[in-house]
T-cell receptor
Framework: SQQGEEDPQALSIQEGENATMNCSYKTSINNLQWYRQNSGRGLVHLILIRSNEREKHSGRLRVTLDTSKKSSSLLITASRAADTASYFC????????FGTGTQLKVEL | DGGITQSPKYLFRKEGQNVTLSCEQNLNHDAMYWYRQDPGQGLRLIYYSQIVNDFQKGDIAEGYSVSREKKESFPLTVTSAQKNPTAFYLCASSRDLANTGELFFGEGSRLTVL
């Protein structure tokens, strides 16, 4: 069964705007990870946030984690057309479980 | 360059045939995984292995088989018992099973049953 559920399922924005994706999960976790997948390709790891961390940054990415609400968000600032992809959260408990993903489209 | 290589990228199969998807890694990782991805769904774990000659069933192992004869290789066989095999298959690896870090993925193999 899926642990993480992303919201929204699809998101379309203009280049330069910020994109926010949310992930909710059900059970306790060791960490939460975000991955990116370009169409027809493999997944690429973006960022990992541990259960004792609340916020983490990497370049234009900002991830937050609220363990009390069992939710996380991924913010991509100043989006570019090249950010167009699907984004997945994955929660690490006993194993790594992936959500259903958010399809992001960044238009010129 | 270190990484994971999956082959073939595209594969067509007739009903009733077994097919084997190749996965090779040169990252010196102990743990390897096979996931299945269907449109609109996330990744579902088929099998995983943390050491040579040992592997465990994931969430959807029925109709699949694997082997781990070498650390570098983790092939997946989709058998005729798999009722709906058309999907995108992804192989991944991590340093070890207990490692809570990231997974490294191959580029995937798309299987279509005709």
């Amino acid at each position: 069964s899926q642990q993480g559920e992303e919201d929204p399922q699809a998101l379309s924005i203009q280049e330069g705007e910020n994109a926010t994706m949310n992930c909710s999960y059900k059970t306790s976790i060791n960490n939460l990870q975000w991955y990116r997948q370009n169409s027809g390709r493999g997944l690429v790891h973006l960022i990992l946030i541990r259960s004792n961390e609340r916020e983490k940054h990497s370049g234009r990415l900002r991830v937050t984690l609220d363990t009390s609400k069992k939710s996380s968000s991924l913010l991509i600032t100043a989006s570019r057309a090249a950010d167009t992809a699907s984004y997945f959260c994955a929660t690490r408990g006993n194993k790594l479980t992936f959500g259903t993903g958010t399809q992001l489209k960044v238009e010129l | 360059d270190g990484g994971i290589t999956q082959s073939p990228k595209y594969l067509f199969r007739k009903e009733g045939q077994n097919v084997t998807l190749s996965c090779e890694q040169n990252l010196n990782h102990d743990a390897m995984y096979w996931y299945r991805q269907d449109p609109g769904q996330g990744l579902r774990l088929i099998y995983y292995s943390q050491i040579v000659n040992d592997f465990q069933k994931g969430d959807i192992a029925e109709g699949y088989s694997v082997s781990r004869e070498k650390k570098e290789s983790f092939p997946l066989t989709v058998t005729s018992a798999q009722k709906n095999p058309t999907a995108f298959y992804l192989c991944a690896s991590s340093r070890d099973l207990a490692n809570t870090g990231e997974l490294f993925f191959g580029e995937g193999s798309r299987l279509t049953v005709l």
